[in-house]
């Protein structure tokens, strides 16, 4: 019987920012469109496009870059290739010159004031990130279609909510973290060989290995990128960015023009528990930076909560003699699978469930991930995820200005830092003795998720959200 399942390149996309739900999602539903409208041989018919933003996509949007994500979505722009450096020069060009080239074949004249509509007190019921595009045909007809962003750059439509998820025959298929466990008694696999051999339902293991180090070779640029640019983010709060002067700090002033030098000069100055500790903060603030930058990043499983797990990952490669494929590997499927957990028991969105649902599951993946990677047992891996998450239970998203950089970019830090912690604990505990579970703390942060008032579900209509004054400039 075939079941719906998540691979790891579900948990794992490469993308630009500032966020997986409002950006990533909204450029892949515009690149949806787009291929529905050439599907039905009418592309070269298109006369003029709408699009209306709603619910938190429209609260949010500017602060998130939905409305530069559909313009390049639409403009036939990939997020993986698209080349970041042109992300805002191609937005101004569309504003300024009127004109959109849907697909990169057909211009239509395009006003982004009255064209693109971000619909504040509309919200539709099936979830609060939606987005619907209208395509007006020169036979008086049009083709209207909405799509759902439902977090970690997942898009689905109200009649195909499925859809996200892969049918495959797996070798052994885990909704629960209670079902990875027996799976792993019976097998005696580790989780990440488990995730190994579920993923040759989808391509052969050679392909998933080469994936999986494509998604760390982007992780391993964006956190160098990060710790060796200067300058203010983007957006409007003025938000100096830190990494690089940290970096610059911890290794003196010394120069480097390649990461592996740059990786040698931070092992060469020690093991001092400060030490590591900035460093860790440093890598999650030199993701979430060129994050809010619209840099390159990978979802993890969400671009708000991009930091978390290269963090961790980097501390992991950097301070235990990591460097190596088969531990990076090993650290990212095993990641995936906690993740899919999550996603399959609750939510990784915070328009759904506040940022409990990004930066807490991204420190429960990164702490079963290291765990395992530090020689765990399974129980421990497990037992790791549930102490991260439960220590961020309740986490509300407030993003000041809509903008994914306070509180966000500090909360990666502190996911991290969590989920460091949880591995030492789970590693020095008998999870026998755990009381409680991975998947009770899951089905806790769903029942959480839904108590939630919706003014702390990514909407920037409370908490720090409306603390502090602002004076952004009009878009």
Request: overall charge negative; proline content about 3%.
């Amino acid at each position: 019987m075939a079941k719906e399942q998540i691979s790891i390149f579900d948990m794992f996309k490469i993308g630009i920012g500032p966020s997986s739900s409002h950006t990533l999602g909204p450029w892949r539903a515009a690149q949806r469109f787009v291929d529905l409208l050439k599907g039905r041989k009418v592309l070269q018919d298109v006369q003029e496009i709408k699009i209306l933003l709603y619910g938190s996509l429209a609260k949010t949007g500017v602060g998130h870059g939905t409305d530069i994500a559909v313009l390049l979505g639409l403009s036939g722009d990939d997020p993986v290739t698209f080349d970041v450096y042109q992300v805002m020069p191609k937005v101004e060009h569309i504003k300024k010159s009127q004109e959109l080239i849907l697909g990169g074949e057909k211009t239509v004249v395009f006003n982004y004031t009255t064209d693109l509509l971000f619909l504040y007190a509309e919200s539709l019921p099936f979830h609060p990130n939606a987005v619907t595009f209208q395509a007006f045909l020169n036979n008086g007809t049009a083709i209207s279609e909405t799509y759902y962003s439902i977090g970690g750059g997942f898009v689905v439509q109200e009649n195909d909510s499925q859809s996200v998820l892969s049918e495959v025959d797996m070798s052994f298929p885990v909704d629960t973290a209670q079902e990875l466990m027996v799976w792993c008694m019976r097998t005696g696999l580790k989780i990440s060989e488990l995730v190994m051999e579920n993923e040759l339902a989808w391509r052969p293991e050679e392909e998933t290995r080469a994936g999986v180090m494509q998604i760390f070779y982007t992780i391993k640029d964006c956190i160098y990128k990060g710790c060796h640019t200067t300058g203010v983010l983007p957006g409007g709060l003025n938000v100096e960015r830190r990494a690089s002067k940290m970096s610059k700090r911890l290794l003196k002033d010394r120069a480097y023009t390649d990461y592996e030098s740059w990786l040698q000069a931070i092992r060469e100055g020690g093991k001092d528990f400060g030490y590591i500790l900035d460093w860790v903060s440093c890598f999650a603030l030199a993701v979430n930076e060129e994050n809010a930058s619209f840099g390159r990043v990978v979802t993890a499983p969400t671009n708000g909560a991009s930091g978390v797990i290269p963090a961790v990952l980097q501390y992991y490669i950097t301070f235990h003699d990591a460097y190596k494929e088969e531990r990076i590997i090993q650290f990212i499927a095993t990641a995936s699978e906690i993740g899919s957990i999550f996603k399959k028991g609750a939510t990784i969105s915070a328009a759904m469930g506040g940022c409990q649902a990004e930066i807490g599951v991204s420190s429960a993946m990164a702490a079963g991930a290291l765990t395992e990677c530090l020689g765990g047992s399974q129980r421990q891996v497990l037992m790791a995820s549930e102490i991260a998450m439960e220590h961020h239970l309740g986490l509300t998203c407030d993003p000041i200005g809509g903008l994914v950089q306070i509180p966000c970019i500090e909360r990666n830090t502190m996911g991290a830092i969590k989920a460091i912690t949880a591995a030492q604990l789970a590693l020095t505990s008998n999870p026998d003795k755990a009381k409680v579970s991975l998947d009770a703390v899951v089905s806790t942060m769903w029942d959480t998720a839904q108590d939630m008032n919706v003014k702390y579900k990514e909407t920037a209509d409370g908490g720090l959200a409306i603390k502090v004054p602002l004076s952004l400039p009009e878009c």
